[in-house]
């Protein structure tokens, strides 16, 4: 789209210049005091693509977000039994000196 700078500065406030060509569409306007140019686009296949990847980033994430809760809740490893047992012993040496020292 070409438009003349004076053209642009002509219009009313609130209008704007805009053009289409197949699916894109570009819209101009100025501001109320004209220092400011406004540019617009859009392209509805575009449009369509970007909702189209976020619907799969969104499923996606909570894929993952699934897995994760899956993994956070799995049962203690033996590696975790074997330091639970280890504690526990050592408390039980602790407490059996206590009462002999007595």
């Known amino acids: 789209m070409t438009v003349s700078l004076t ?7 609130g209008a704007s210049f805009t053009a289409k060509s ?9 501001s109320a005091a004209g220092d400011t140019v406004f540019v617009s686009a859009e392209c509805d296949s575009l449009q369509r693509l970007v909702f189209e990847y976020e619907k799969q980033l969104n499923r996606l994430q909570k894929s993952q977000v699934s897995e994760n809760v899956k993994t956070e809740t799995k049962a203690f490893s033996p590696d975790k039994w074997h330091l639970v047992a280890i504690g526990v012993i050592l408390i039980l ?10």
């Open 7 to 13: 053209d642009l500065l002509k219009l009313p406030q």
């Open 22 to 30: 197949g699916q894109a569409r570009a819209t101009l306007s100025a």
């Open 93 to 102: 040496i602790l407490i059996i000196v206590i009462r002999i020292k007595k």
